[in-house]
């Protein structure tokens, strides 16, 4: 059963995410071959499939943090392309996670934290470290709040990237295979607090191999191989009775 | 030689090695200055920006400092008179500029692009990142090399005795012509230089030490 109930049912133009017929390819290496994807507010998605299949990339497209050759992507009604003025200004509303967490090691964890709120909010020092102190409490981290990322250990570090994302208070948050560069026992406490993000209503897009948090957690599973949605539906439509083959074959791999 | 005519020579290079430091500190500091410009020209998207940038840094690393010296004091008289001084600090700035250039341009790079994404998925600007994320990193990476860079610049610094500016070589030997202590005149000048570069190795030791705050590891 998914942790929410949130319903999956939506009208017509009232998502948070709407891509159509997104396309990239590097040189001739089609790694996009026209997606389609619209993300409900409040909505968990986790994206599966193999390494090479282009889930990765789908995300970083989201964020422009790679540029797409074809296709739009709406965020809450505005259609954005890389060519868009203040590029910046959307990308403040969409929260990244990454797998290798990329905190600046020239700071301590409360000064990755309020980067942004100081520097793209222009919040002064006093605010930002009040919602600093916040966001750290909210990811277990409080304590380690003075030390630099060397000092930390993975799963902690990943946590301080939530918290620095999280503080931006964006409507979206992208977590791009956050837990593939962890220990293995590093693992569940981020896995945790994603779960308590999710189950605060924050628009989630996921890509992961953890299928027990997608099983748990995610409102809809997509299943992508080679550039394209394959299947996607319920974690128990995908897991429990995939009708494609190749999510078939996928998923006898790896469970 | 005694003591005592030792001390007295040594003495007299004073005034000669205050003009190697002076001659050297502002030939880096515009060299410093120019390095970073040319650094962010040459990694710039804009190839107005990058042309130039490889232009400087290709003319001048491959032409020798003595050459871009001579050319600057001799070779410009009919344009325009720079006193021997000057020349040498814009010669040594100039040449030096094109290796710091290089030196900034691979600490730049060699951050990982991954701090570029994270600074703009916050929202950052490519000029905030550049100024908050990047350069923070890349200057504590470039001083080993910028330190190598350094003593090598207090070094070419004797070039300067070729157009007459009186520092530690051209006094060493305009000594020795009247004393014909060739040997001894020499290596006055020699220890003069060891002792300014060992100052310089030990404070880029102690500056690279403190910088490293952030790596410790728990």
Known sequence: MPLKTAAIIKKQGDEMIEIRSLSK???KLKVLKGIDLDVAPSEVVVIIGASGSGKSTLLRCINFLEKAQKGTITIEGKTVTHKSKNLHLIRKEVGMVFQHFNLFPHMTVMNNVIEGLIQVKKMSREEALELGRAMLEKVGMSDKADVYPAMISGGQKQRVAIARAL??????MLFDEPT?????????????????????????????????FAREVADRVIYMDEGQIVEQGTPEEVFDNPQNERTQAFLSHII | MTLDRFLDYFQTFIPAAWMTLRITFFG????????????????SKYKFLTWPAKLYIGVIRGTPLLLQLMLIYFGLVN?????????????????NGAYIAEIFRGAIQSIDRGQ??????????????MKRIILPQAFKRAIPPLSNQFIIALKDSSLASAVGVKELLLHSRQLASSNYLMMEMLSIAAIYYLVMTSILTFFSNRIEKKLRVSDHRA
């Open chain 1, 167 to 172: 503080a931006m208070n964006p409507k979206i």
């Open chain 1, 180 to 212: 593939s560069a962890l220990d293995p026992e590093l693992v569940g406490e981020v896995l945790h607090v994603m779960k308590d993000l999710a189950v605060e209503g924050m628009t989630m897009v996921v890509v992961t191999h953890e299928m027990g």
């Open chain 2, 79 to 95: 344009i325009v008179m720079i006193d021997r001084i000057p020349s040498a600090i814009i010669a040594l700035g100039i040449h």
């Open chain 2, 116 to 129: 570029k994404e994270a600074g703009i998925s916050l929202g950052m600007t490519g000029f905030q990142v």
């Open chain 1, 25 to 27: 390819s590097y040189g």
């Open chain 2, 28 to 43: 880096i500091l515009f060299g410093v200055l120019l390095g970073i410009i040319f650094a962010l020209f040459r990694i």
